[in-house]
């Protein structure tokens, strides 16, 4: 999950760990997120959407 693709509310959690990242605020206009690219990881893996 790319930074550019999350919205206010939603959370990201790494399934080895458990961390948990929630967005406060998102990207409106893609420059919020110059510098980044491909998925978020943690502990190795991609973090994933929380249900």
């Known amino acids: 999950?790319?930074?550019n693709d999350l919205k206010t509310?939603?959370?990201l959690v790494c399934e080895r760990c458990g961390l948990e990242l929630?967005?406060?605020?998102?990207c409106t206009d893609h420059s919020c997120a110059t510098g980044c690219v491909g998925d978020m990881d943690c502990c190795g893996?991609?973090?994933?959407?929380?249900?």
């Open 9 to 11: 509310g939603q959370t």
């Open 45 to 51: 893996e991609p973090m994933k959407l929380k249900e």
């Open 1 to 3: 999950m790319n930074c």
């Open 22 to 26: 929630k967005v406060i605020s998102e």
